[in-house]
């Protein structure tokens, strides 16, 4: 009996490892199957993530490339007009000089000037005693030369009051923008509360605003009335900050630090040069003071430069070499910054 129950357990185990055996080996391909197939599903996962990332930082980069070409666009049109409008700064017309200068007069109020300056000069000329074939010169000198001079030496006075000021208004600006304010009202700001010339510059871009034009347009004509650098730089920031985006105040911040810094060079460059400046006054004084030296010395032996025609010849000769000499070392000694 015991025999029999032994024989009985054997078989039923042998027949349950059997029917074991036989249902792993109809479920191994299920099982090899959903294996393999949660491989793939981590695979695709994984490839689908890689592409968001190639796709982002494709993204990125192309972002990065239009906003690169966007401002190469911008400054190349930019660089354009900063071309045309160089022209008009260094040779402008009589009309943009006298609107850069600050003067609110016509073009024939300015030639009636003119010509009663020369009428003036050649009046006061002939009652000194001067010689017939020197009042059309003195004439030349009143109508024609003085007047222009005037007028330059008026634009030169105001870009460099203008320079003088224009970093605080810039400094004024990138504070409002700080604080939460829009440009505009930085610029009315500029326009009501700052001195002049800067008052008179940022009034002509809340004027130009008011007849439809935008800030960018507005900045850029800056230079037609002030005929600096820096107010071509104010105008090109704006633009490229309108078109390609980007934090104001950061731009318009470096942009005073840039202006303060080309003031700091000037002025070194002026402290440097001032010893060849005064080398060049006493070499351009010395011919007269030693001449009217001579004269008072030995009067007969200087004279005949002034009662001879031979003379008359050296005096003209040594005056034309002696202005080249000068315009030589004027040149070596200016430099543009």
């Known amino acids: ?189 500029i326009a009501s509360e700052a001195p002049e010339p800067v008052k008179g510059e940022f009034r002509r871009i809340v004027e130009s605003q008011q007849l439809g034009m935008s800030i960018p347009e507005a900045t850029l004509r800056m230079p037609e009335t002030m005929p600096c650098p820096e107010a071509g730089f104010f105008g090109i920031v704006i633009q490229i900050q309108s078109q390609a985006g980007g934090n104001l105040s950061e731009a318009l911040g470096n942009l005073s630090r840039v202006l303060r810094d080309r003031k700091k060079m000037k002025a070194k460059v002026q402290a440097l040069s001032m010893e060849a400046k005064a080398s060049a006054a006493i070499i351009g004084a010395l011919p007269f003071i030693v001449g009217f030296l001579v004269y008072l010395s030995s009067p007969n032996y200087i004279m005949p430069l002034f009662t001879t025609s031979t003379g008359h010849m050296i005096l003209g000769v040594s005056g034309i070499w002696m202005s080249i000499g000068i315009f030589v070392m004027r040149k070596m000694m200016n430099f543009e910054v």
């Open 1 to 189: 009996m015991f025999g029999i129950d032994t024989t009985v357990l054997a078989f039923i185990v042998l027949a349950g490892f059997s029917a074991g055996a036989v249902a792993y080996a109809f479920l191994f391909n299920n099982i090899a199957e959903e294996k393999t197939t949660e491989r793939r599903l981590d695979t695709i996962k994984k490839a689908e993530t890689d592409r968001s990332i190639v796709k982002a930082n494709r993204d990125r980069v192309a972002e990065a490339a239009k906003r690169k070409k966007t401002v190469q666009d911008s400054l190349k049109e930019l660089d354009a007009k900063q071309l045309a409008s160089d022209k008009n700064i260094k040779k402008p017309p009589l009309r943009i000089q006298l609107r850069q200068a600050g003067l609110k007069i016509s073009v024939e109020r300015f030639y009636l000037y003119s010509i009663v300056c020369g009428v003036a000069i050649t009046a006061v000329a002939f009652f000194f005693g001067a010689p017939l074939l020197i009042l059309p010169g003195a004439f030349a000198a009143g109508a024609f030369g003085l007047p222009r001079w005037a007028v330059g030496f008026l634009r030169t006075r105001r870009v460099k009051a203008f320079l003088k000021e224009f970093p605080n208004a810039l400094d004024i600006i990138v504070r409002a923008v700080k604080s939460g304010l829009p440009l505009n009202d930085g610029i009315r700001l």
